[in-house]
């Protein structure tokens, strides 16, 4: 079992930068593939971007390729998403998520967060 707290969303201006923070519970941090996922209002929520274990492989929507980076430091039991270039597509509530392998679907992760909103706006 692990828990996921998600913060550092918030209010920016179009082309502004945000970092969005997930710190897990528990010991088992480095064993956890981590996502980040998206759920715009009225809208399903979607995958933004997954890495595994160890760090060294990351995936991405093409939506926010070469915008958006994610990361993690085990040493911490915390995923990152830094956000550059925002746009105000990007408004939306961001879930981060924890599995046994990189997935972009959302049945591919046992644990979610209660999300943290992030608002851009034009």
């Known amino acids: 079992q692990v828990q996921l707290v998600e913060s550092g969303g918030g209010l920016m201006q179009a082309g502004g930068s945000l970092r969005l923070s997930c710190t897990a519970s528990g010991r088992t941090f480095s064993s956890y593939a981590m996502g980040w996922f998206r759920q715009a209002p009225e809208k399903e929520r979607k995958f933004v971007a997954t890495?595994?274990?160890?760090?060294?492989?990351?995936y991405y929507a093409d939506s926010v390729k070469g915008r958006f980076t994610i990361s993690r430091d085990n040493a911490k039991n915390t995923v990152y998403l830094q956000m550059n270039s925002l746009k105000p597509e990007d408004t939306a509530v961001y879930y981060c998520a924890a599995g046994y392998g990189v997935s972009m679907f959302r049945t591919g992760y046992s644990y979610w967060g209660q999300g943290t909103q992030v608002t851009v706006s034009s």
């Open positions: 890495i595994n274990r160890s760090g060294n492989r990351t």
